[in-house]
């Protein structure tokens, strides 16, 4: 993992564009914390404060603009304090890991809520940021599916992954929330009735077509964004990925096909402070600013333009949006809808017993 520093006079073109690259050793805990006084008293804020964001693999280009632009109006109201970022992007559960175990994020952008969950029961996270804006939900996105030009393995739903000989690309679950997702996708979207051929309110026909899925899986990369490169380079017939980053790429010149099965979950992706960490390095109001920011309509209307995203109400969501060549949704579903996370975690899907557990273990033979 590498980090990025990004000062508002290095951001251009909602891309990131480093000062200079270190690695994560030098941003042990004790090396970040210069703000903090050796006797353990109170700190002094530095006059460039500097926040250290840990993200997921995809929304790189969305925030660099968000930075950017965030950078900018916090110098305009502040007396030309520069507030300079570091950040780091990696598989989601990956960096929260890392969060736990040291690494001195000041603020996490994860892919979904178990991840976020991970930092908290480490005790970095004291506040309950459930009661942040929107659940500190900053970005929403449906699961989807990329498909080579023309779509010439006439991949339209769920039940098509499971065809003999398919290849298809989707992260490590282990180590990515975006691999999760797309198992709860295609989980949820059997459990409502949606996929040909597979019983409503069934776990057995979930876990039957999730064995049928998995075993035409032939990669799982450490992240999203390394599955659909993956993907870009050649490899597979499909990949499970999420919308916005389909089309991200799509607007990038790349040939991505993208495919919205009939049925599909919405991402929800959280951003919170790691209040605990931010308040050692003497950045906790400047942190807490930044993620309030990110609920506004400015800079909801970046996660948009730059990063493709939906709407984060879910009707406002399921409609989409032309311009950006996102279509209305047929059936598209929450996490709550189908058990919410605790539960899936624990039991139905990726517990012990769950379908995704069992599916995978019949997948591998």
Same mark, same amino acid.
């Given at each position: 993992?590498?980090?990025? %520093?990004?000062?508002?006079?290095?951001?251009?073109?909602?891309?990131?564009?480093?000062?200079?690259?270190?690695?994560?050793?030098?941003?042990?805990?004790?090396?970040?914390? +210069?703000?903090?006084?050796?006797?353990?008293?109170?700190?002094? &804020?530095?006059? #460039? &404060?500097?926040?250290?964001?840990?993200?997921?693999?995809?929304?790189?280009?969305?925030?660099?603009?968000?930075?950017?632009?965030?950078?900018?109006?916090?110098?305009?109201?502040?007396?030309?304090?520069?507030?300079?970022?570091?950040?780091?992007?990696?598989?989601?559960? +990956?960096?929260?890991?890392?969060?736990?175990?040291?690494?001195?994020?000041?603020?996490?952008?994860?892919?979904?809520?178990?991840?976020?969950?991970?930092?908290?029961?480490?005790?970095?996270?004291?506040?309950?940021?459930?009661?942040?804006?929107?659940?500190?939900?900053?970005?929403?996105?449906?699961?989807?599916?990329?498909?080579?030009?023309?779509?010439?393995?006439?991949?339209?739903?769920? #039940?098509?992954?499971?065809?003999?000989?398919?290849?298809?690309?989707?992260?490590?679950?282990?180590?990515?929330?975006?691999?999760? %997702?797309?198992?709860?996708?295609?989980?949820?979207?059997?459990?409502?009735?949606?996929? &040909?051929?597979?019983?409503?309110?069934?776990?057995?026909?979930?876990?039957?077509?999730? +064995?049928?899925?998995?075993?035409?899986?032939?990669?799982?990369?450490?992240?999203?964004?390394?599955?659909?490169?993956?993907?870009?380079?050649?490899?597979?017939?499909?990949?499970?990925?999420?919308?916005?980053?389909?089309?991200?790429?799509?607007?990038?010149? +790349?040939?991505?096909?993208?495919?919205?099965?009939?049925?599909?979950?919405?991402?929800?992706?959280?951003?919170?402070?790691?209040?605990?960490?931010?308040?050692?390095?003497?950045?906790?109001?400047?942190?807490?600013?930044?993620?309030?920011?990110?609920?506004?309509?400015?800079?909801?209307?970046?996660?948009?333009?730059?990063?493709?995203?939906?709407?984060?109400?879910?009707?406002?969501?399921?409609?989409?949006?032309?311009?950006?060549?996102?279509?209305?949704?047929?059936?598209?579903?929450?996490?709550?809808?189908?058990?919410?996370?605790?539960?899936?975690?624990?039991?139905?899907?990726?517990?012990?017993?769950?379908?995704?557990?069992?599916?995978?273990?019949?997948?591998?033979?």
């Amino acid at each position: 993992m590498s980090m990025k %520093w990004v000062s508002a006079r290095h951001v251009a073109g909602g891309a990131a564009v480093g000062l200079a690259l270190l690695a994560a050793q030098a941003c042990a805990p004790g090396g970040a914390s +210069t703000n903090t006084s050796s006797s353990g008293g109170a700190c002094k &804020p530095a006059k #460039s &404060p500097v926040l250290t964001l840990a993200a997921y693999s995809t929304p790189y280009d969305a925030y660099g603009k968000l930075i950017s632009t965030w950078q900018k109006e916090w110098a305009a109201a502040h007396n030309k304090q520069q507030v300079i970022f570091q950040t780091s992007f990696g598989g989601s559960t +990956t960096q929260a890991q890392n969060v736990a175990s040291g690494f001195p994020a000041d603020i996490v952008a994860l892919s979904l809520v178990p991840d976020v969950q991970i930092i908290q029961k480490a005790g970095l996270i004291t506040h309950d940021w459930s009661k942040d804006p929107n659940g500190g939900i900053v970005a929403a996105t449906p699961v989807a599916l990329d498909v080579r030009p023309g779509n010439p393995k006439h991949i339209t739903n769920w #039940s098509d992954l499971t065809k003999s000989g398919l290849q298809i690309l989707t992260p490590d679950p282990a180590q990515s929330g975006g691999a999760r %997702w797309n198992i709860v996708a295609a989980y949820g979207a059997s459990m409502r009735g949606k996929v &040909p051929g597979y019983t409503a309110n069934s776990a057995s026909a979930a876990q039957r077509l999730l +064995t049928s899925i998995f075993k035409n899986v032939t990669v799982m990369d450490k992240s999203a964004n390394d599955s659909l490169k993956n993907f870009q380079s050649g490899n597979g017939d499909v990949a499970i990925s999420y919308e916005n980053q389909i089309l991200l790429s799509k607007a990038g010149g +790349t040939p991505d096909q993208l495919v919205v099965p009939p049925s599909t979950v919405l991402v929800q992706n959280p951003t919170v402070v790691v209040d605990k960490n931010a308040q050692t390095h003497c950045v906790l109001p400047i942190a807490n600013a930044f993620v309030k920011w990110l609920h506004s309509s400015e800079a909801q209307a970046i996660f948009a333009k730059t990063g493709y995203f939906r709407l984060i109400d879910p009707a406002q969501a399921q409609q989409g949006s032309e311009k950006l060549g996102q279509g209305p949704l047929t059936d598209v579903f929450t996490i709550d809808q189908i058990g919410g996370w605790n539960q899936l975690s624990s039991n139905t899907v990726f517990g012990p017993s769950g379908a995704f557990t069992q599916a995978l273990k019949a997948a591998k033979g």
